[in-house]
């Protein structure tokens, strides 16, 4: 699976516009890029995935480039809720395994 | 989203004893389930893979003796830590996925389970 890479941590502010980048220059064609995020001691949550055109849903936006080497998380009215770890994965639409790395922390700011 | 829970939520218990903890999807049907462990300050380990009906596939580093796991149905999993020792203190968590085609794949998380070896 192909690896990401994402800042350590972000910060914004309350009521603004929070967006995440990943890096994912190795993905291969039969790769999605997903997000989750984890809140302090709960499980994962996840928010959105996409192929090659822009996602959004009723959580976020997802913006992947043309050459799907990079992808961008909007999340675009951030509240203090908002504030968490943040992992962009890629893989396999019917891959079998979800692989997590750092991710970046999100801190919204009042 | 899916919904998927995990029982007990946290658990204390003496060095040498077992815990095993419950994965339930409970509005789907979950072909696929995947046991996580998560240390202080850090992501998430994949532990290992469970088909329902068949035996789990772990990663490697991760010992199956250890660490059992039962997917007897499609909508529950079961991680036994056996003999548990203090450094197997963690938050393990467990996600579900339903597999069904033609739909998404996502896989959804359950709140994760805090266990405490004294």
């Known amino acids: 699976d192909a690896k990401t890479t994402q800042p350590t941590s972000m910060d914004c502010a309350e009521g603004r516009a929070a967006n995440l980048p990943c890096n994912h220059s190795?993905?291969?064609?039969?790769?999605?890029v997903y997000w989750y995020r984890q809140i302090h001691s709960q499980g994962p949550q996840y928010i959105i995935h996409?192929?090659?055109n822009n996602e959004t849903n009723e959580m976020a936006s997802l913006i992947i480039t043309e050459d799907r080497k990079s992808s961008t998380l909007i999340l675009p009215h951030a509240t203090l809720r908002d504030t968490a770890v943040y992992y962009c994965?890629?893989?396999?639409?019917?891959?079998?395994?979800?692989?997590f790395g750092a991710g970046t922390i999100l801190r919204v700011k009042s | 989203g899916a919904v998927v829970s995990q029982h007990p939520s946290r658990v204390i218990c003496k060095s040498g004893t077992s815990v095993k903890i419950e994965c339930r999807s409970l509005?789907?049907?979950?072909?696929?389930m995947f046991w996580y462990r998560q240390f202080p300050k850090q992501s998430l380990m994949l532990m290992a893979t469970?088909?329902?009906?068949?035996?789990?596939?772990?990663e490697q580093g991760v010992e199956k003796d250890k660490f059992l796991i039962n997917h007897a149905s499609l909508t529950l999993s079961t991680l036994t830590v056996t003999s548990a020792h203090p450094e197997d203190s963690s938050f393990y968590i467990c996600?579900?996925?339903?597999?069904?085609?033609?739909?998404?794949?996502?896989?959804?998380f359950g709140p994760g389970t805090r266990l405490t070896v004294l």
């Open positions: 996409g192929l090659k």
């Open positions: 509005d789907f049907q979950a072909t696929t």
């Open positions: 996600s579900a996925r339903s597999g069904t085609s033609g739909g998404s794949d996502t896989q959804y």
């Open positions: 190795t993905i291969s064609g039969n790769e999605y």
């Open positions: 469970s088909n329902e009906g068949s035996k789990a596939t772990y």
């Open positions: 994965i890629v893989r396999p639409f019917y891959g079998n395994k979800l692989v």
